[in-house]
């Protein structure tokens, strides 16, 4: 299974794809984790990438795309691997079925999590974090016990900055300009495949794996 995962912010497609790499047994590449150790281990790529993150630049898509390569060709990855987080953009779409053309690596399907944006507002914007153990709430979906306060360690919750309202309309609008129309170009490839990401987890898994693979 050789899978790009889409969605927005809050969709859930983090929570899905752990849920793939335990039944496939396949990695879950992810461009943030990939950057993060080249730069740790100080690869060639690694270094390139550091010079633009130190001076507060977007990696350039032909380094990102080069780790990617790199990460591909590792034994983990022969029976199939997730990417999440990139493409982000039509762009990089193309540039990503380059290289894995040349891989012999085609993607098998891209898999779009839809969710109502209302729905996804909530998720973000009722999100709650105790400032003692870090557990998360949600004020709509996963309230604590008592209003403000940690049900484990009775800690304070707080909302954070890049949970409130402006912030995340600003996330999503930023996603339907870049992002969404990945889906047409996935949907114009023949490979797009879309779930209703509402529901509860195991649920919505079942949907995935049917989507995914007939059963």
Known sequence: MRLVLLGAPGAGKGTQAKKLIEKHGIPQISTGDILRKAVADGSPLGKEAKSYMDKGELVPDKVVIGLIEDRLKQPDCKKGFILDGFPRNTA????????????????????????????????????????????????????????????????????????????????????????APLINYYKKSGILKSVIGVGGIDEIFKKVCIILEGK
Do not use: W
């Open 92 to 179: 990089q779409a193309e540039t990503l079925d380059a290289m894995l053309k040349k891989l012999n690596m085609p993607l098998d399907s891209a898999l779009s999590v839809d969710v109502p944006k209302d729905d996804l507002m909530k998720r973000l914007t009722g999100r709650r974090t105790c400032k003692g153990c870090q557990q998360m709430y949600n004020v709509y979906f996963s309230p604590p016990k008592k209003n403000g306060v940690c049900d484990k360690c009775g800690g304070e919750l707080f909302h954070r900055d890049d949970d409130k309202e402006e912030t995340i309309k600003r996330r999503l609008d930023v996603y339907d300009a870049q992002t």
